[in-house]
């Protein structure tokens, strides 16, 4: 009998996950891209780029963002410690992204304005903090782009109790959206003698993307003649010493450094 | 008389007139605490907003404190994560909901709600979460200053009720907090400087837990205490508590 490795089963369903990336999402990496760099070329003029997952695991997009060797320091990772994993994944998810004006304290309490650039990554995009989020950010005159996945959110019954009041998908509200194909239930591996699915993808797919978008922004900037500031791994001799002017300059602007 | 004199002289006959006007409400309280106790059940202290996270940390863990209880260290509404944010955070309706949930707070348990101000969302929420879910609800609060507050303060729960004066509470102990806090008038500035509220609360919360002390005591029972961890034989003695409590207690 055809037995099917479960480890191999999960990194070929990723490996698939992002060639469809690869085959369908570059239109909308370049898109978003321009407009990421548009905005970091203004920061003088204060324009701010934002990245913010509003959700348990989702918020995970923005560790990504924070202080990490080969990323970008322009950037304000908004890292909220009630919608994270960090401080009680059970309210959490169970509770708090669920709280009406919970976004909009966060958007204020990191200043998110108008001109301002807000990546929203929500694979599901359908709870409350991150609906909340992106109309919100909308209404001030902020971009939103969004890394998403609009398979998995029209899988969600629009009448479900955690949706926002709206009914509407994270895809329907953004203004450019790259879809990250997490299939709706995010489990992928079947394995044999169980009913439920295990092994999600969502990180490593939301997570993928973000990191090809942070690569097309800088390759733009760099073609424009700006070379943008980027982090050293804190860990390599002179390392501290070369993040320190980026540290010095964006330490107080953005919270979660 | 310079600052330094009035703030002193301020904060003793503020913490007198507590020992006088509210010895009573203090004893109905440290009565409640004791029954939860004899039942085995958990005190849960939530400071529901900015600096009112502090009464919690103050019964918690702390040498000649109780050990069954349960701090509600909610970040979103404590200034560590964020002070301008818990700001915020303290004035969303739904928020105490799930706070209260996600720490078990139950059946027969007790809830200490403590905000001198006693008029935030957060507050007033805990307090009638609380009581639907079971809880005996205590609450520390200034009458004072909540009275001087007008309905319409954004501030305020929706209800536009006062933590005080809520029928979800079971007893409440005003802390005498006069309006807005701070005490000492100096000449040349508008805003008055030394907020007198933890003081005040640290002081009642620590005579509920030395009447229950003794209260216990005088039916033969030895309440669980902290020792401290920095003096000798302190470690050993609490090594029973933490194994008892350190998985029903979130963050000890």
Redesign the interface.
């Given at each position: 009998m055809n037995e099917v490795n479960p480890a191999t089963a999960f990194l070929e369903t990723v490996q698939s996950a992002l060639t469809k990336v690869i085959s369908s999402e570059v239109k909308n990496l370049e898109a978003a891209a321009d407009v990421i760099a548009d905005c970091i070329l203004e920061e003088d003029k204060g324009r701010v780029f934002h990245v913010w997952g509003p959700g348990g695991h989702s918020s995970i997009i923005a560790e990504e963002a924070l202080y990490r060797k080969g990323g970008l320091a322009c950037v304000n990772p908004i890292l909220?410690?009630?919608i994270s994993l960090s401080?009680?994944a059970?309210?959490e998810i169970?509770?708090?992204e669920?709280?009406?004006?919970?976004a909009r304290?966060?958007l204020?309490?990191h200043q998110v304005k108008t001109g301002d650039v807000l990546l929203l990554g929500s694979a599901y995009g359908v709870n409350v903090v991150t609906i909340e989020a992106a109309l919100e950010a909308k209404q001030r005159g902020v971009t939103v782009i969004a890394i998403t996945s609009p398979e998995f959110s029209r899988s969600v019954d629009r009448n479900h109790p955690g949706r926002h009041k709206s009914k509407k998908n994270l895809y329907e509200v953004a203004d450019i959206t790259i879809n990250s194909f997490v299939p709706p239930g995010d489990a992928v591996v079947k394995i044999p003698g169980l009913d439920q699915k295990v092994s999600p993808i969502g990180t490593i797919m939301q997570c993928a993307v973000f990191q090809a978008l942070v690569a097309l922004v800088v390759d733009k900037l760099v073609k424009r003649g700006v070379k943008p500031p980027i982090w050293t791994n804190a860990l390599e001799i002179g390392g501290v010493e070369a993040n320190r002017k980026y540290i010095k300059k964006y330490y107080g602007k953005f919270?979660s450094l | 008389m310079d600052g330094f004199e009035f703030y002193k002289e301020t904060v003793v006959e503020l913490l007198d007139s507590i020992a006088r006007m509210e010895r009573e409400k203090i004893d109905r309280a440290a009565d409640i605490v004791a029954t939860a106790l004899k039942e085995d059940k958990l005190i849960h202290v939530f400071g529901t907003g900015g600096h009112s996270f502090m009464a919690a940390e103050e019964m918690f863990y702390r040498a000649g404190g109780l050990v069954p209880v349960n701090p509600i260290f909610e970040q979103g509404v404590t200034t560590t994560h964020g002070a301008l944010r818990s700001t915020m955070l303290e004035r969303l309706p739904g928020y105490a909901g799930p706070v209260l949930e996600y720490y078990g707070v139950g059946e027969g348990d007790v809830l200490i709600v403590s905000n001198a101000y006693g008029i935030n969302s957060v507050t007033i929420d805990a307090a009638i979460e609380g009581k639907k879910r079971g809880c005996q609800v205590i609450a520390i609060t200034s009458s004072e200053h909540a009275q001087k507050v007008p309905p319409s303060h954004p501030a305020r729960h929706p209800s536009k009720r006062n933590l005080f004066q809520l029928k979800e509470v079971d007893v409440y102990i005003d802390c005498h907090m006069p309006y807005g806090d701070a005490v000492v008038a100096l000449n040349g500035l508008q805003q008055k400087v030394g907020p007198v509220s933890t003081i005040l609360v640290s002081f009642i919360l620590n005579e509920i837990v030395i009447t229950v002390a003794e209260k216990l005591l005088a039916q033969g029972i030895v309440p669980p205490i902290w020792s401290s961890e920095n003096v000798v034989g302190g470690a050993e003695r609490n090594r029973e508590f933490k194994k008892l409590y350190f998985n029903r207690i979130k963050h000890l």
């Open positions: 909220d410690p009630g401080h009680g059970l309210k169970n509770g708090l669920r709280v009406e004006g919970y304290a966060v204020d309490y919270k | -």
